[in-house]
């Protein structure tokens, strides 16, 4: 995806994937910034740990307590901090600017995934880990009207509410499954990774039958069980991949500078994923 994005700027850049132990993370870090890199991505489990270890956040990151972006930048002749990619020589004194793409790719997929407005909408979301904090972070900050958290482990639900209603007091957020119907049950958890994980819900206290539509935040694979089920109870469905094509495409315009060719990436990336 990255990659046919680059290629289409006309930018002779290359993107690449590099496993690093979370002990590593800050040499690893360290190690990009004195080698010049444009940027970086980071996913699980780093996102939370290089909120710490970035010398700047920007807002996104500030506001969600993550950062999934890293650009960058150097000090040019006037003294102000800019991305590499605007200076002519590397400069000796560098920095690391961290941001957030994870939480505005969110919503934008559930909207031009599934046609979901965010505001007032009855959500139900399953995981209250790192990737169900933000999404329940970025869905109160849009005005849900009723998130119902769901979490294998309470304490977790219950921190991601608590801080839910310090950040936005009118927003109701219930600990549990909903009474009636959803517009939205919207999977954060890894459960549909395997063939033979369970339901990511107690389907003893909550029925498909209640949405009116499933996004899964899995993409691979593709079509997981929780989507078939969705299907076959008549809800629309959506996969994770919108979320890793926006979340994508932001990152690759905060390194550029430049729109993001979406249409691209997105070809790139569903050759990938469906073959």
Same mark, same amino acid.
């Given at each position: 995806?990255?990659?046919?994005?680059?290629? %289409?700027?006309?930018?002779?850049?290359?993107?690449?994937?590099?496993?690093?132990?979370?002990?590593?993370?800050?040499?690893?870090?360290?190690?990009?910034?004195?080698? &010049?890199?444009?940027?970086?991505?980071?996913? +699980?489990?780093?996102?939370?740990?290089?909120?710490?270890?970035?010398?700047?956040?920007?807002?996104?990151?500030?506001?969600?307590?993550?950062?999934?972006?890293?650009?960058?930048?150097?000090?040019?002749?006037?003294?102000?901090?800019?991305?590499?990619?605007?200076?002519?020589?590397?400069?000796?004194?560098?920095?690391?600017?961290?941001?957030?793409?994870?939480?505005?790719?969110?919503?934008?997929?559930?909207? @031009?995934?599934?046609?979901?407005?965010?505001?007032?909408?009855?959500?139900?979301?399953?995981?209250?880990?790192?990737?169900?904090?933000? %999404?329940?972070?970025?869905?109160?900050?849009?005005?849900?009207?009723?998130?119902?958290?769901?979490?294998?482990?309470?304490?977790?639900?219950?921190?991601?509410?608590?801080?839910?209603?310090?950040? &936005?007091?009118?927003?109701? +957020? +219930?600990?549990?499954?909903?009474?009636?119907?959803?517009?939205?049950?919207?999977?954060?958890?890894?459960?549909?990774?395997?063939? @033979?994980?369970?339901?990511?819900?107690?389907?003893?206290?909550?029925? /498909?039958?209640?949405?009116? %539509?499933?996004?899964?935040?899995?993409?691979?694979?593709?079509?997981?069980?929780? #989507?078939?089920?969705?299907?076959?109870?008549?809800?629309?469905?959506? &996969?994770?991949?919108?979320?890793?094509?926006?979340?994508? %495409?932001?990152? #690759?315009? /905060?390194?550029?500078?430049?729109?993001?060719?979406?249409?691209?990436?997105?070809?790139?990336?569903?050759? &990938?994923?469906?073959?």
């Amino acid at each position: 995806m990255q990659n046919a994005g680059l290629a %289409a700027l006309g930018l002779d850049w290359r993107y690449l994937a590099f496993e690093v132990h979370p002990d590593d993370l800050s040499a690893a870090l360290q190690g990009a910034k004195a080698m &010049n890199f444009i940027g970086l991505n980071l996913t +699980v489990p780093h996102k939370q740990l290089a909120v710490g270890m970035v010398d700047v956040l920007d807002e996104s990151a500030k506001g969600w307590g993550a950062v999934n972006t890293i650009v960058f930048e150097g000090r040019g002749e006037t003294g102000a901090w800019q991305p590499l990619r605007d200076l002519a020589e590397a400069p000796r004194e560098r920095r690391s600017h961290g941001f957030n793409t994870d939480a505005d790719a969110i919503t934008r997929a559930l909207r @031009e995934d599934l046609g979901l407005e965010v505001s007032g909408a009855r959500i139900l979301l399953l995981g209250a880990g790192g990737a169900g904090r933000t %999404a329940a972070l970025k869905l109160a900050a849009e005005g849900v009207g009723e998130l119902f958290l769901v979490n294998r482990t309470r304490g977790k639900a219950e921190a991601v509410a608590s801080e839910i209603v310090a950040r &936005n007091p009118g927003i109701k +957020v +219930v600990e549990g499954y909903p009474p009636g119907k959803v517009d939205l049950v919207l999977n954060a958890t890894s459960l549909g990774l395997r063939p @033979e994980d369970p339901a990511p819900f107690d389907e003893r206290q909550f029925s /498909l039958r209640q949405a009116a %539509a499933v996004y899964d935040m899995i993409y691979r694979p593709a079509d997981t069980a929780l #989507l078939r089920s969705a299907k076959a109870a008549g809800c629309r469905i959506a &996969n994770g991949l919108g979320m890793l094509l926006y979340q994508g %495409a932001k990152a #690759l315009e /905060l390194w550029t500078g430049q729109n993001a060719p979406v249409e691209v990436m997105r070809r790139a990336l569903e050759e &990938n994923v469906y073959g």
